[in-house]
């Protein structure tokens, strides 16, 4: 007969199975979605739109992307009265915070990003 995890479990003293439980739920709350997160934050599409001065359809999008801008991550994460911080690790190293990432000015709504980055990307005439 096959042994199950939580047959192998159930086998460890208690104080061993709380500190596993108390594992698997830090594990699993590390992997939320940014839709999960919003809604254990209580929060809805909708005051997310408006407290982002966006669209509830942007807000649904933003959710379902993959690849984000980290001005759009840190102002969605702002919203919900969180600070985006990031952290690189190495095999070799302890882990590093990045802190020229941290501040890059005020956070900016998705559109005011977009307004700002495409301001930032118009090529001026050369005077030659």
């Given at each position: 007969m096959a042994t199950t995890l939580d047959s192998k479990i159930n086998?460890?003293?208690?104080?061993?199975?709380?500190?596993?439980?108390?594992?698997?739920?830090?594990?699993?709350?590390?992997?939320?979605?940014?839709?999960?997160?919003?809604?254990?934050?209580?929060?809805?599409?909708?005051?997310?739109?408006?407290?982002?001065?966006?669209?509830?359809?942007?807000?649904?999008?933003?959710?379902?992307?993959s690849d984000l801008l980290l001005s759009t991550l840190r102002s969605y994460v702002k919203a919900m009265g969180g600070d985006l911080q990031l952290i690189v690790e190495f095999p070799d190293r302890p882990a590093v915070r990045l802190a020229s990432l941290a501040v890059l000015g005020n956070a900016l709504t998705?559109?005011?990003?977009?307004?700002?980055?495409?301001s930032r990307t118009k090529v001026e005439p050369s005077g030659a």
């Open positions: 086998q460890l003293p208690p104080e061993r199975q709380a500190a596993v439980t108390a594992k698997a739920v830090a594990l699993i709350e590390e992997e939320l979605t940014l839709r999960q997160l919003r809604q254990a934050r209580r929060l809805t599409q909708e005051r997310m739109a408006e407290t982002l001065g966006i669209g509830q359809d942007s807000i649904s999008r933003i959710e379902q992307r998705p559109n005011q990003d977009a307004k700002a980055r495409r």
